[in-house]
């Protein structure tokens, strides 16, 4: 792993990170192939400009039959390739649930570990605003209940970057989560190649107060209030895990050990969200480090909506996070 | 006289050792019906007796290193592919001599090894997963071909249309064997689907054939030209074998089935069992004697029973293994 300073710091987006991130990996492993709907074009991007350098066969546009490719890559990785597939909106999972859950999360595992499945599904996921309820979900809640499958979500260009890197690299089946509307932010990420380790978190802001473990696009909703209250004297601390299967309890349960008080912002549905079982691990595993009772910011139970003002209402906003940071502190 | 005249270019030792694994599969099977009525096996079994031509006529056709996906009525596929009758019963028995040391049982048993690459639980599960071992396979430049297997049932599965699409125009070397046992579950299969199956690769572009799948050397033959098609870069061919389930669609089912197979219906296709029909046309051209065949069999018949033995010995996995195989061990992570 590279050092995390940059010394000549340059800015890209979120979503050349990733496509940096998988050129290096298709530069580096001629096994690696990537498929999907589109993917010479690429409608989010990630992929685009890859086939001119890769060719049209290791960079390579499906029908619209997201079961199918899904469950390929499973018989394609059995025998020795590295498939990933760019899925291009989160919903379109449902659409492949049997092949991802019933056989991608489980051949591995009802084999007695006879066989590897190095398979990457990636694709930009979650509200973007006025996309509606069947171009809005976060499937991460679902899928970390799969056993089976590792689950990576970055909030940051660098992290998209490293994460893309390591989930190539990794032997079993990774869902890669981007939030469409992370796909637009700058962030400094280094020219060369980097990892960062699955099932390990990062500290986004140091704090004493509050720990805020924001997922995905709800991190930097999380840092934004957080230096809200630092004009008040709040001190807030942001953890983002990274990636939620594996998950970091280890670094959630030292910073709640610091700050006494847990705050989780999931950009998910609240039912059985990634934030349920973050504060469900730690009100068991940390019940004493608790000075009050762990809150969840996450959406209401509903679809996501079309209409501006419905969506606003239905998702999460500055505001909810920061009630709930007070509310432990009251 | 030509006593390969019946059989074309098929050797007498191929032809003795396909009945021998047809034979193989029959009594492996007919043991499993009576241990599953002891409550000896653990889950359910769905049986593939009647059907065993098909699954050694397509076998036959492949080198060891062709692949298969296979289904939940598997075993005829696996033991046809190689696989043996001890690890797979002591798999049935939930052990850890089994193919997947007690993980996956009846429905799940795989060898990659063998080349076998999933067998399913899920109806179609295993046709996009075979399509895309033949996209591996043709993308990294080998020759193998892959045989999907899978029933009539899962012919009206989405994947099994997504796979021949995507099989035929990106001329991948995949087999789709539709095994047509007359029955989905406990429907007949002919008023649940429209048309014939065999017809549903002509939209697609592709070759389909019907074939006698009580016939082997039919479907050793039919396999042989669709593998060499895919060997050649040609594409995929869809074989529809029709032939019957003898037994019900699980063991067992008599508690909630009812009768809804009429009686002559399995008394007709009983009476045209692939096993005997073959074994006689190779007595008949004297490639076999009847007291080889009656060898044949009874030392089969041992192998099964030594299986069992070998089952009831083997231990149960360690409980903490429950735990075990999930993720392969990462090289990146911390």
Same mark, same amino acid.
């Given at each position: ?5 940059v010394?000549?710091?340059r800015?890209?987006y979120?979503?050349?990170a990733m496509?940096e991130g998988?050129?290096?990996m298709?530069?580096? /492993?001629?096994? %690696? =192939?990537?498929?999907?709907?589109? $993917?010479?074009?690429s409608?989010? &991007?990630?992929?685009?400009?890859l086939?001119?350098?890769f060719?049209p066969?290791?960079?390579?546009n499906t029908?619209i ?11 394609a990785a ?5 498939p ?5 909106v989160?919903?379109?999972f449902?659409v ?11 051949l591995?595992y009802?084999?007695g570990?006879?066989v590897?499945?190095?398979i990457?599904?990636f ?7 006025s996309?509606a309820?069947?171009h809005?979900?976060?499937p ?5 209940n ?5 689950i990576?979500m970055?909030s ?8 893309m890197?390591s989930?190539?690299?990794d /032997?079993?089946? %990774? =869902?890669?989560l981007?939030d469409? $509307?992370?796909?637009?932010v700058r &962030? ?9 380790p699955?099932?390990?978190?990062d ?6 107060d509050?720990?805020?473990?924001a997922i ?13 209250l630092e ?5 807030v601390?942001v953890?983002d895990p ?5 998950l970091d309890?280890?670094?959630?349960l030292e910073?709640?050990?610091?700050t006494?008080r847990?705050v ?6 609240l039912?059985?969200?990634?934030a349920?079982?973050i504060?469900?691990s730690v009100s ?7 000075k ?7 959406w ?13 209402r239905a ?12 509310m432990?502190?009251? | 006289m030509?006593k390969t005249?019946?059989?074309d270019?098929?050797?007498q030792?191929?032809?003795?050792g396909?009945l021998?694994?047809?034979?193989r599969?029959?009594r492996?099977?007919e ?6 009525k002891?409550g000896k ?10 059907e065993?031509?098909i ?9 060891t290193?062709?692949?298969i996906?296979?289904t939940h ?7 046809a592919?190689?696989?043996?009758v ?5 798999e ?5 001599d089994?193919?997947c040391r007690?993980k ?5 048993i795989?060898?990659?090894?063998l080349s076998?690459?999933g067998?399913?639980?899920i109806?179609?599960g295993g046709?996009?997963?075979?399509t ?10 080998r ?10 049932g899962?012919s009206?599965?989405g ?7 995507i099989?035929s ?8 064997v539709?095994?047509n046992?007359?029955?989905?579950e ?5 008023e649940?689907t ?6 549903r690769a002509?939209p697609?572009g ?7 799948g ?20 040609e594409g ?5 074998a029709k032939?019957?389930r003898?037994n019900g669609?699980n ?6 089935a009812g009768?809804?197979?009429?009686e002559?219906?399995q ?7 692939p096993i005997v ?7 008949e051209?004297?490639?076999?004697t009847r ?5 044949i069999d009874?030392?089969?018949?041992a192998?099964v029973d030594?299986a ?6 083997s231990p149960f996995?360690d ?11 990462s090289?990146e992570?911390a």
């Amino acid at each position: 792993m590279a050092a995390k300073t940059v010394t000549e710091e340059r800015n890209i987006y979120y979503i050349e990170a990733m496509r940096e991130g998988l050129r290096a990996m298709l530069g580096e /492993d001629e096994n %690696v =192939v990537v498929i999907g709907e589109d $993917v010479g074009r690429s409608v989010i &991007g990630a992929t685009r400009g890859l086939v001119e350098d890769f060719g049209p066969m290791r960079v390579r546009n499906t029908p619209i039959s997201e079961a199918t490719f899904v469950g390929m890559c499973v018989g394609a990785a059995a025998v020795g390739l590295r498939p990933v597939v760019d899925l291009m909106v989160g919903s379109f999972f449902y659409v492949a649930m049997d092949q991802l859950a019933d056989q991608a999360a489980k051949l591995r595992y009802m084999s007695g570990g006879q066989v590897n499945l190095p398979i990457v599904y990636f694709t930009a996921t979650g509200p973007s605003g006025s996309a509606a309820a069947q171009h809005s979900e976060n499937p991460h809640p679902m899928l970390m209940n799969v056993a089976g499958l590792k689950i990576v979500m970055p909030s940051t260009p660098y992290d998209a970057k490293g994460l893309m890197v390591s989930a190539i690299r990794d /032997d079993n089946p %990774v =869902v890669y989560l981007q939030d469409f $509307v992370l796909g637009g932010v700058r &962030g400094p990420v280094p020219e060369g190649t980097y990892s960062i380790p699955l099932g390990v978190g990062d500290i986004k802001r140091a704090g004493k107060d509050v720990t805020v473990v924001a997922i995905g696009a709800a991190v930097p909703k999380a840092l934004r209030v957080a230096n809200k209250l630092e004009a008040e004297g709040i001190s807030v601390e942001v953890v983002d895990p990274r990636t939620l299967v594996p998950l970091d309890m280890d670094l959630i349960l030292e910073s709640v050990a610091r700050t006494g008080r847990l705050v989780v912002v999931d950009n998910a549905r609240l039912t059985c969200s990634a934030a349920s079982e973050i504060v469900a691990s730690v009100s068991e595993k940390g019940f004493d480090l608790l000075k009050a009772a762990p809150q969840r910011v996450a959406w209401e139970n509903v679809p996501v909506p079309f209409s501006p003002p419905l969506e606003e209402r239905a998702l999460i906003s500055d505001s909810d996070i920061d009630s709930a940071i007070r509310m432990t502190l009251a | 006289m030509t006593k390969t005249s019946a059989f074309d270019h098929l050797s007498q030792d191929d032809a003795i050792g396909m009945l021998r694994n047809m034979i193989r599969i029959r009594r492996f099977e007919e043991k499993l019906t009576v241990l599953f009525k002891r409550g000896k096996l653990p889950g359910f079994v769905h049986l593939y007796t009647g059907e065993e031509a098909i699954a050694v006529g397509a076998c036959s056709a492949l080198r060891t290193d062709d692949r298969i996906t296979s289904t939940h009525r598997g075993h005829g596929h696996l033991i046809a592919k190689g696989a043996r009758v001890d690890r797979m019963m002591a798999e049935l028995f939930g052990r850890v001599d089994g193919y997947c040391r007690g993980k996956g049982g009846s429905m799940h048993i795989v060898s990659f090894d063998l080349s076998i690459i999933g067998t399913n639980g899920i109806v179609g599960g295993g046709i996009p997963i075979g399509t895309g071992s033949a996209w591996a396979d043709r993308h990294l430049g080998r020759d193998n071909v892959t045989i999907v297997f899978f029933g009539d049932g899962a012919s009206n599965q989405g994947v099994f249309f997504e796979s021949m699409n995507i099989a035929s125009v990106w001329g991948l070397p995949v087999i789709f064997v539709c095994e047509n046992n007359g029955y989905t579950e406990w429907t007949p299969t002919s008023e649940l689907t429209a048309g014939n199956i065999v017809d549903r690769a002509a939209p697609m572009g592709i070759p389909g054939e019907s074939v006698d799948g009580n016939d082997v050397v039919a479907m050793r033959f039919a396999v042989e030209r669709a593998v060499e098609r895919a060997r050649k870069g040609e594409g995929p061919t869809l074989i529809e074998a029709k032939s019957y389930r003898w037994n019900g669609h699980n063991e067992g089912e008599e508690a909630f089935a009812g009768a809804y197979r009429p009686e002559a219906e399995q008394a007709e296709w009983r009476e045209r069992d692939p096993i005997v029909a073959f074994g006689e046309r190779l007595v008949e051209s004297e490639w076999l004697t009847r007291e080889e065949w009656a060898a044949i069999d009874s030392d089969e018949q041992a192998q099964v029973d030594a299986a069992v033995e070998f089952a009831e010995n083997s231990p149960f996995p360690d409980a903490e293994e429950a735990l075990d195989h999930l993720f392969a061990p990462s090289k990146e992570s911390a």
